[in-house]
Each structure stands twice: as structure tokens, then as C-alpha cells.
């Protein structure tokens, strides 16, 4: 089973200071994605990563994919407290070993605990 | 459009019981799949399909039965529940789940077993 670990766990800090919250992993993933949750809501998407050093900004946060594509990194520019939340990573799983080739291609999503943040005005 | 969405919102089995928690999406999305979410473990995938009548299992399958026999409708039944099994359920659809796809997630439900 692969895993994801992502650090820290819970994060607390004022608003204006810079953070970052790291994933990682052993395994090899064939892109990675980055949620947000809000408490009683589903995750909602903040961006994919697929190539090995990509980096993608979103305003004021910066997603970051491994070159070997086993870990990643967010990191936010002066936080707000808005961008208070949950934060999960999650590394996509291709299933080589299935021969139905319609669930070999099948997404299937391994997820970090998470990082819970709160962002103090 | 309602996206994804989960019913009931809430629910409190006694330990043995059955029930179907429901999910149902109106983006005609192909790929649907059922995760749950425990304190500190992040969310685990239960089942996947990939199409009407194409199902398999995640990492945490026992204990779960799914069937997709519309492409709108991916329910998640609980035979004989178990306080393990005392979770927040979140079922999530995409266009085609190729893993560069955006997964839209329903708004869960809470599950308590006595």
C-alpha cells in the first residue's frame, strides 16, 4: 500500500507569515493533487501536478511536485485568515497490475492525514 | 446542476444493522468512487467504478458492498455494521478518472454504530 505522509500534522500561525506543508512518500506517484476542506464540506480541488518539478501558483500559494514525483510541497505567502482549513495531498495510483484496461487507467486516489491550519488575525 | 450529492446526512446504526448511504451526480461523470474519513488517517478509498456495472476495490473494501447499474447513482451499502465502521463517508465523481482529473466530492455523511 502506498503512503502519503504530510507534515505538520496541525499548523498555527498569524496572519502575514509564510508556510509551508510538505508530502511525502516512497512511492512513485503519476500526478498529485491538492485539496482543501472546510469543516462538514467534501475537499475541494486546488490544483494537479504531473511532471516531475513542476511548480503552479495559485495567487498567493505555490504548489510544488518532486522531480522524482514522490513528494511535493504547498507553500503560502502571507497568510490569511481565510486560508484557514484543512489541507490534503493526494498522489494518483495507476493500477498496472489490473487487466480490465478500463480500471487499469482508473484513478484511485491515496490521501495524506492531512494538515489542519489556522491562520490568527 | 446539484453536483454530487449524499444522503442521508447523518445516521446512527445499532451494531448489526443494515443500510445504503446514497450518492447520486448529475455531471454524467463516469467515475465514481466512495472514501472514508477518520481522525488523523486522512480519507480511504472504499470502492470505485469506472462505469455503469464496472466496480472494484480500494484500499479498505470489507465490510462495503457497491453496485453501479446507472451512470447517476453509485450507493454504498453496510450489511452488517460494525463501530468500526463509525466514519464520515464522502462519495466523489469525475469526467473519466484519468489521474489528471478534478474529483468533486459530495458533502459526506456522518455514520455513528453503536
Known amino acids: ?121 | 446542476n446539484a453536483g454530487v450529492t449524499q444522503t442521508p446526512k447523518f445516521q446512527v446504526l445499532k451494531t448489526g444493522q443494515s443500510m445504503t448511504l446514497q450518492c447520486a451526480q448529475d455531471m454524467n461523470h463516469e467515475y465514481m468512487s466512495w472514501y472514508r474519513q477518520d481522525p488523523g488517517m486522512g480519507l480511504r478509498l472504499i470502492h470505485y467504478s469506472v462505469g455503469a456495472g464496472i466496480t472494484d476495490q480500494g484500499e479498505v473494501p470489507n465490510g462495503y458492498n457497491v453496485s453501479r447499474s446507472t451512470t447517476e447513482d453509485f450507493p454504498l451499502r453496510l450489511l452488517s455494521a460494525a463501530p468500526s465502521q463509525t466514519s464520515v463517508y464522502f462519495c466523489a465523481s469525475s469526467p473519466t478518472g484519468h489521474n489528471t482529473d478534478t474529483q468533486y466530492f459530495g458533502p459526506g455523511t456522518r455514520l455513528t454504530v453503536l
Open chain 1, 1 to 121: 500500500t502506498q503512503l502519503l505522509e504530510q507534515s505538520p500534522q496541525f499548523l498555527s500561525i498569524q496572519e502575514g507569515e509564510n508556510l509551508t506543508v510538505y508530502c511525502n512518500s516512497s512511492s512513485v506517484f503519476s500526478s498529485l493533487q491538492w485539496y482543501r476542506q472546510e469543516p462538514g464540506e467534501g475537499p475541494v480541488l486546488l490544483v494537479t501536478v504531473v511532471t516531475g518539478g513542476e511548480v503552479k501558483k495559485l495567487k498567493r500559494l505555490t504548489f510544488q511536485f518532486g522531480d522524482a514525483r514522490k513528494d511535493s510541497s504547498l507553500h503560502i505567502t502571507a497568510a490569511q485568515p481565510g486560508d484557514t482549513g484543512l489541507y490534503l495531498c493526494a498522489g494518483a495510483d495507476l493500477r498496472e497490475d489490473q487487466r480490465d484496461p478500463y480500471i487499469q487507467g482508473a484513478q484511485k486516489l491515496v490521501f495524506g492525514q492531512g494538515t489542519r491550519l489556522t491562520i490568527n488575525p
